[in-house]
């Protein structure tokens, strides 16, 4: 059985589709858990509807904490995550009817490749929609210029291209990341990190899921091409500099949670990464080429080198 947790906050307008795009999966040997965050809409309302509407399918999860944002609201999900296979779902998204045993089916072509015993990661690529499922773009990859084969630890300490709805994790990689850190960005970057360093990560190239831009986003996707993505990137130097310093103590947060299970090459990187900051210019840019610390397409290099 696959478990399926989705983080709700005031997510009424949109979690009815969601839901029911789960529902409507072509691969039906799933258990859905929702956790709401606190919302002051009708969110609680409406999953509870489902949940005495499909008993066996759905558990709302009400365990009197509120407030804690996306990250640890999933964070809190996986505590009750008890079988071999899990994957987040967002409240507001739509699911093509394939997706989980498209992701399902990679997942265990690594299993038997790897074993069940590695950490494995799975995650595909998307549809960008607007509020009202029109297609903006065909492919999120491709609308953000991000390659998804950029897995080692170097590129995703810097920039993560994984995105946290369409990914499936094993037994494995779930109990090495269960614990999830207030210094970690967002925990599909960490749970990445993860399978980076001790395991594996697939991917479909296939699009599986509807993600929908509508304003209120909790992180949203962006057109790379466009001159307005750039510009507002460089009206706000402080709000770039925190961007850096977050993956700075991302970095740091890794390596004091795992420096025991690390390689020494694996160390050298985080610890090269992490004292960036403790560098003169000259050297945090050194380090930069020396250790490859690149992100996805030049202009974002050429930003980072700048900014770094």
């Known amino acids: 059985m696959i478990d399926i947790l989705m ?32 919302s002051k809409d009708n969110t609680l309302s409406v999953i509870k509807e ?22 640890l609201n999933f964070a809190e999900l996986m505590k009750y995550s008890k079988n071999d296979y899990c994957m987040f779902a967002d409240q507001d998204d739509f699911w093509i009817n394939e997706k989980i ?65 369409t ?23 960490w749970i990445g990190l993860v399978a980076s360093c001790f395991g594996q990560i697939g991917i479909v190239n296939k699009q599986t899921m509807l993600y929908r831009q509508h304003g209120g986003n909790e992180v949203g996707a962006h057109n790379y091409k466009s001159l307005k993505y750039y510009t507002s990137k460089l009206s706000n130097v402080n709000k770039i500099t925190k961007s850096i310093n977050d993956t700075l103590v991302q970095a740091k947060s890794f390596y ?15 610890i090269e990464f992490y004292s960036l900051k403790d560098k003169g210019l000259i050297g945090r840019k050194a380090s930069v080429v020396k250790n490859k610390f690149y992100k996805n397409g030049l202009a974002r290099n050429i930003g980072y080198f700048i900014f770094i």
């Open 50 to 71: 489902y949940a005495n509407k499909y008993p066996e399918k759905i558990v709302v999860i009400e365990d009197g904490k509120r407030g804690l944002g996306a990250k």
């Open 167 to 189: 990914m499936m994790m094993n037994r494995k990689l779930m109990e090495m990341s269960i614990n999830i850190p207030q210094g970690c960005i967002m925990h599909d970057w």
């Open 7 to 38: 983080a709700t906050y005031n997510g009424e307008k949109y979690v009815s589709e969601q839901i029911e795009s789960i529902i409507n999966q072509t691969y039906s040997d799933w258990k859905l858990f929702i956790r709401d965050d606190g």
């Open 256 to 270: 004091d949670v795992y420096k025991n299970d690390l390689t020494k090459e694996q160390k050298n990187t985080l």
């Open 101 to 165: 045993q498209l992701t399902f089916d990679e997942m265990k072509r690594l299993e038997e490749k790897y074993s069940k015993n590695t950490p494995i990661l799975v995650h595909t690529d998307l549809k960008v929609v607007d509020s009202n499922l029109n297609i903006l773009n065909e492919s999120f990859w491709e609308y953000q210029k991000l390659d998804a084969n950029k897995r080692a630890l170097n590129n995703l300490l810097v920039q993560n291209n994984i995105t946290g709805c």
